[in-house]
């Protein structure tokens, strides 16, 4: 890492304690990082390692592109906004899911857990922990999931092998 990206991590970090009104004791003690380190940090000395970064991410709830400056303060506001709203009709969603799903049949609510599961363990692996950059919309995801549940057995068998066979076709992939 380059002096400027320490500077910017140390101007960053030194923010965030001061934001906080603690002490660099208090957020070794927090972070359980030492306070040499959290000096050598602040004072562009040291950079932190990912245990380190994650440690620090974690305590002041920002993400490492914040810290390491590769998105500004009014941005990571912004986004930090657009989160918290997100979070907050996720969560909506649930209550409203956990509200409807007891009116159901037993068939629907193994359905509705199973689609949940799984939509929920693709998001984290495809997505949260995977380094790569996928990008893609929303809309489009939400026509694809509209046109298959609207397709008969026969038609979603069939729509599956289509896209199955688009995958084998390297121009329509993000792995070639």
């Known amino acids: 890492m380059d002096n400027d990206h320490k500077l910017i991590i140390a101007r960053r970090i030194k923010e965030l304690r001061l934001d906080k009104k603690i002490t660099q004791k208090e957020l070794a003690k927090q972070t359980g990082l030492s306070v040499s380190s959290i000096i050598g940090y602040e004072n562009g000395l040291r950079e932190p390692n990912?245990?380190?970064?994650?440690?620090?991410?974690?305590?002041?709830c920002v993400s490492g592109d914040y810290l390491r400056g590769e998105i500004d303060q009014v941005t990571f506001h912004k986004n930090s906004d657009t989160i918290d709203n997100g979070l907050n009709n996720l969560t909506n969603?649930?209550?409203?899911?956990?509200?409807?799903?007891?009116?159901?049949?037993?068939?629907?609510?193994?359905?509705?857990?199973?689609?949940?599961?799984?939509?929920?363990?693709?998001?984290?692996?495809?997505?949260?922990?995977?380094?790569?950059?996928?990008?893609?919309?929303?809309?489009?995801?939400?026509?694809?999931?509209?046109c298959y549940l609207n397709l008969n057995d026969t038609g979603r068998t069939e729509l599956l092998k289509r896209a199955s066979e688009l995958t084998q076709i390297s121009s329509y992939t993000d792995t070639h």
Do not use: C, P
């Open 50 to 60: 990912s245990k380190a970064m994650a440690a620090l991410e974690r305590f002041f």
């Open 93 to 146: 969603l649930f209550l409203d899911f956990r509200d409807s799903f007891g009116h159901t049949s037993q068939d629907k609510q193994i359905l509705s857990l199973n689609v949940l599961e799984e939509s929920l363990d693709f998001v984290l692996s495809k997505i949260i922990h995977t380094e790569s950059n996928l990008t893609f919309s929303i809309e489009g995801v939400k026509l694809l999931l509209s």
